[in-house]
């Protein structure tokens, strides 16, 4: 945690340069203006002459017949590039602002799946107002090999996660981006992207199923993009496998391994698509959780083993000619696959003095479907339908004590957002959440995003 | 046995990224003015691929799959720069794994770097709008600083292509022959909107307005990239009936609600420009947008 108590102090430092400018008194404002004024004249100045040398030179240009055409102005225009001293090198910084309130009929820290193994960060989150995490992100060229990305996380509970620290090495030829360190794992489609970046405040409950709301790998990732005027790209990444619905496992050598492969194209000017499929192999290590047995106890139960995902996505968008400012819509599913087998224990710390190893299979599935719409500037709608499918599940010897899952669970999700800007949204979201045997949360959630700093890109 | 498998792959991985150099060079033109400035520069010794359409609000484009695959296989990538791109050429030249399309490399040319930029803000805050902190990047609205990128242009050409570097050569002697002379001929035509006050939709036509000498009296939109509200506009009606206005712009792709509402009550005419190569069926190319683009200024002061 103290590694961390550099950071306010380098954010007052950063912050303390504009602050002083805002100290500044009217004599101060006034004189800034006359220099102002006076900058603007001497450049407009400037500029006019530069003009009248470039008229000149364009013109002994075209008479001049001998010459290769070589760049008539670049040399004259020193005075439009403004990047300069130390502070030019300065990375783009942008941070992410987030918070809201939420109206919810359930108690939220009794939130389960029921008949999914829960892990990673689920759920609906607290009742009442509260702060979403804040993002930091910083990225830049590092020279001329390799690009640096690192987005920090601070979350309301006042501590600092690394969400994503990774290096891209950008002259790798043959189509290949190689990229490592922390990063959101390629597979699927709503993976690689930041949560202020959805279009629902949640993630789907299949992403909260089956990986625990989104897979981060600690790693290497290769991607070969092919030399085809069609969209395909190929990514393969090994990772420490730390992640639900692997485990830590304090071992050398590979983790995890996901494998993906992308597509997409233009059908016609107003027309986009992309689809995919991946798949993650994984292992996990006394992945430790409480479930109700037969008897109604609550027990502690624990798994070993091998853990494989697969993911098909897809996504499609129409903008009218192209253009999404005033109307576009966006159609997205995902469906996802996983089968788990090894070593299951019932009541791992002995609590019900009966505890059993078993072996244990699972197959089970689950997917989602939403659609954006902006029907107006600044203005969405948004619908989203999710459902699990407990599937088979084996418990071998373990199924005296526990039954297998039949429960579906579902949820219908509305949305209605309004965005001013590029960097600035509210949301209101409506959604009915069947995630346990005859238990309905009816949430209501109102959301804020705020984007200060650096332009970001614009993701498909 | 194995070993040859492998060598096989190997070959066929090879030939499939690309392998020996093709016989014309791809270009990826962000927007339409560059793709045709291209072409006219590079003729059949160039394949050109226009990522955006003149329909398009080149502010508001996604990294596509489609972009994303093109620009993988581009032997040069043609942008405006000046912050016109930032939302999303950065991402595609990432993504596409493509080591000679990066910003630095001859892969990669920035028009706005040859053209001197107007409208640079004084003050660089988000709540003054969508403003770019590098000036205005509209720079094609004004035939002079096409004519200032296309020797530059041709120049980065022959250097991609050293074997056709005459071709180049002899192609941008006699687009500059011509265009010197079409921008005569336009600044003629267009003598008389000298001193004309006009209202335009987005802050998009600065060169334009510098060029021909119109004088922009007031903007649609309240701060560049917001949409217009009835409230601003009622103000730009106010300043519209002070002074005699005699047409509002807009860009082909901007709607029309809020410079029909204003051309209505103040009674001036709306001039939708071409604004890029392809804005209209008469701005074929880079000759026809600017002999469209004077003709209907023209047609604005009746």
């Known amino acids: 945690?103290?590694?961390?108590?550099?950071?306010?102090?380098?954010?007052?430092?950063?912050?303390?340069?504009?602050?002083?400018?805002?100290?500044?008194?009217?004599?101060?404002?006034?004189?800034?203006?006359?220099?102002?004024?006076?900058?603007?004249?001497?450049?407009?100045?400037?500029?006019?002459?530069?003009?009248?040398?470039?008229?000149?030179?364009?013109?002994?240009?075209?008479?001049?017949?001998?010459?290769?055409?070589?760049?008539?102005?670049?040399?004259?225009?020193?005075?439009?590039?403004?990047?300069?001293?130390?502070?030019?090198?300065?990375?783009?910084?942008?941070?992410?602002?987030?918070?809201?309130?939420?109206?919810?009929?359930?108690?939220?820290?009794?939130?389960?799946?029921?008949?999914?193994?829960?892990?990673?960060?689920?759920?609906?989150?607290?009742?009442?107002?509260?702060?979403?995490?804040?993002?930091?992100?910083?990225?830049?060229?590092?020279?001329?090999?390799?690009?640096?990305?690192?987005?920090?996380?601070?979350?309301?509970?006042?501590?600092?996660?690394?969400?994503?620290?990774?290096?891209?090495?950008?002259?790798?030829?043959?189509?290949?981006?190689?990229?490592?360190?922390?990063?959101?794992?390629?597979?699927?489609?709503?993976?690689?992207?930041?949560?202020?970046?959805?279009?629902?405040?949640?993630?789907?409950?299949?992403?909260?199923?089956?990986?625990?709301?989104?897979?981060?790998?600690?790693?290497?990732?290769?991607?070969?993009?092919?030399?085809?005027?069609?969209?395909?790209?190929?990514?393969?990444?090994?990772?420490?496998?730390?992640?639900?619905?692997?485990?830590?496992?304090?071992?050398?050598?590979?983790?995890?391994?996901?494998?993906?492969?992308?597509?997409?194209?233009?059908?016609?000017?107003?027309?986009?698509?992309?689809?995919?499929?991946?798949?993650?192999?994984?292992?996990?290590?006394?992945?430790?959780?409480?479930?109700?047995?037969?008897?109604?106890?609550?027990?502690?139960?624990?798994?070993?083993?091998?853990?494989?995902?697969?993911?098909?996505?897809?996504?499609?968008?129409?903008?009218?000619?192209?253009?999404?400012?005033?109307?576009?819509?966006?159609?997205?599913?995902?469906?996802?696959?996983?089968?788990?087998?090894?070593?299951?224990?019932?009541?791992?710390?002995?609590?019900?003095?009966?505890?059993?190893?078993?072996?244990?299979?699972?197959?089970?599935?689950?997917?989602?479907?939403?659609?954006?719409?902006?029907?107006?500037?600044?203005?969405?709608?948004?619908?989203?339908?999710?459902?699990?499918?407990?599937?088979?599940?084996?418990?071998?010897?373990?199924?005296?004590?526990?039954?297998?899952?039949?429960?579906?669970?579902?949820?219908?999700?509305?949305?209605?957002?309004?965005?001013?800007?590029?960097?600035?949204?509210?949301?209101?979201?409506w959604g009915q959440s069947k995630t346990q045997v005859g238990v309905t949360d009816n949430q209501l959630f109102l959301q804020y995003i705020l984007t200060l700093g650096a332009h970001g890109a614009h993701k498909f | 046995m194995r070993s040859s498998h492998l060598q096989w792959l190997l070959a066929a991985l090879l030939a499939l990224s690309g392998g020996p150099a093709a016989a014309a060079l791809n270009v990826f033109a962000t927007v339409p003015e560059w793709g045709a400035l291209t072409e006219e520069l590079g003729g059949d010794k160039v394949k050109v691929y226009t990522a955006t359409n003149p329909l398009q609000d080149p502010h508001h484009v996604e990294a596509k799959p489609s972009l994303i695959g093109r620009a993988r296989g581009a032997d040069l990538v043609v942008a405006t720069g000046a912050e016109l791109e930032i939302g999303w050429l950065p991402l595609v030249t990432q993504q596409a794994g493509n080591p000679k399309v990066q910003a630095g490399k001859p892969g990669y040319f920035e028009a706005a770097s040859f053209v001197p930029i107007l409208d640079k803000p004084s003050r660089l805050d988000r709540s003054e709008g969508d403003v770019h902190a590098a000036g205005d990047p509209h720079i094609q609205t004004d035939p002079r600083n096409i004519a200032r990128v296309a020797g530059p242009l041709s120049a980065r050409l022959a250097e991609l292509d050293p074997e056709n570097a005459a071709y180049y050569q002899t192609r941008y002697k006699a687009f500059a022959e011509r265009w010197n002379a079409a921008i005569a001929r336009w600044e003629k035509e267009g003598a008389p909107l000298k001193g004309v006050a006009i209202v335009v939709q987005h802050k998009g036509f600065t060169y334009l307005i510098a060029w021909l000498g119109m004088k922009e009296v007031a903007a649609l939109e309240p701060k560049p990239g917001v949409e217009p509200t009835t409230a601003h506009l009622s103000e730009v009606l106010a300043t519209v009936q002070r002074q005699p206005v005699k047409m509002v712009l807009r860009a082909a792709y901007q709607s029309d609600r809020a410079s029909q509402w204003i051309a209505e009550r103040a009674k001036i005419n709306v001039v939708v420009l071409p604004f890029t190569v392809g804005g209209d069926d008469a701005a074929k190319d880079l000759f026809g947008l600017f002999d469209d683009t004077v003709q209907r200024l023209l047609k604005g002061l009746q």
């Open chain 1, 1 to 429: 945690m103290s590694k961390f108590i550099w950071l306010p102090g380098a954010l007052a430092l950063a912050m303390s340069v504009p602050f002083s400018a805002w100290a500044a008194t009217d004599a101060d404002l006034a004189e800034i203006r006359e220099q102002i004024r006076q900058l603007k004249e001497s450049y407009e100045a400037r500029i006019q002459a530069l003009e009248q040398r470039l008229k000149d030179a364009e013109t002994a240009k075209t008479k001049d017949a001998a010459t290769t055409p070589a760049p008539p102005v670049a040399a004259a225009l020193p005075a439009t590039s403004s990047a300069s001293g130390i502070a030019a090198f300065n990375p783009a910084i942008s941070a992410v602002l987030q918070g809201r309130y939420a109206n919810l009929s359930q108690d939220p820290s009794k939130f389960t799946i029921g008949g999914f193994a829960p892990g990673g960060d689920i759920g609906p989150g607290r009742r009442g107002f509260s702060l979403s995490e804040s993002e930091l992100a910083i990225s830049a060229s590092v020279d001329h090999l390799f690009a640096g990305n690192l987005i920090v996380s601070l979350t309301p509970e006042n501590t600092v996660s690394v969400e994503e620290a990774y290096g891209i090495y950008t002259a790798a030829p043959y189509g290949m981006v190689p990229k490592f360190g922390r990063f959101f794992s390629g597979l699927g489609y709503m993976n690689e992207q930041h949560q202020h970046a959805w279009d629902f405040i949640d993630a789907p409950l299949a992403y909260q199923a089956f990986l625990g709301s989104q897979y981060t790998n600690d790693g290497l990732q290769l991607k070969w993009v092919a030399p085809t005027d069609q969209f395909l790209e190929l990514g393969a990444e090994v990772g420490n496998g730390d992640n639900f619905p692997g485990s830590m496992r304090n071992k050398n050598g590979v983790g995890s391994g996901v494998i993906y492969a992308h597509t997409g194209d233009d059908i016609g000017a107003s027309h986009s698509w992309r689809a995919g499929l991946s798949y993650l192999q994984t292992r996990a290590q006394d992945r430790q959780y409480s479930q109700f047995d037969r008897a109604g106890n609550n027990a502690q139960v624990g798994f070993n083993g091998t853990s494989h995902v697969a993911i098909a996505d897809f996504v499609w968008k129409y903008a009218p000619n192209g253009n999404p400012l005033y109307t576009n819509f966006k159609v997205q599913g995902e469906y996802f696959w996983r089968r788990e087998n090894g070593d299951f224990i019932y009541d791992v710390d002995g609590a019900l003095g009966l505890t059993n190893t078993s072996a244990y299979t699972s197959r089970q599935s689950g997917w989602y479907l939403q659609g954006v719409y902006q029907f107006m500037p600044y203005w969405r709608v948004g619908a989203r339908y999710d459902r699990l499918d407990p599937g088979h599940v084996d418990y071998g010897t373990n199924a005296a004590f526990l039954d297998a899952p039949a429960f579906h669970p579902e949820r219908s999700t509305l949305m209605v957002d309004y965005t001013p800007s590029e960097f600035s949204r509210i949301r209101l979201q």
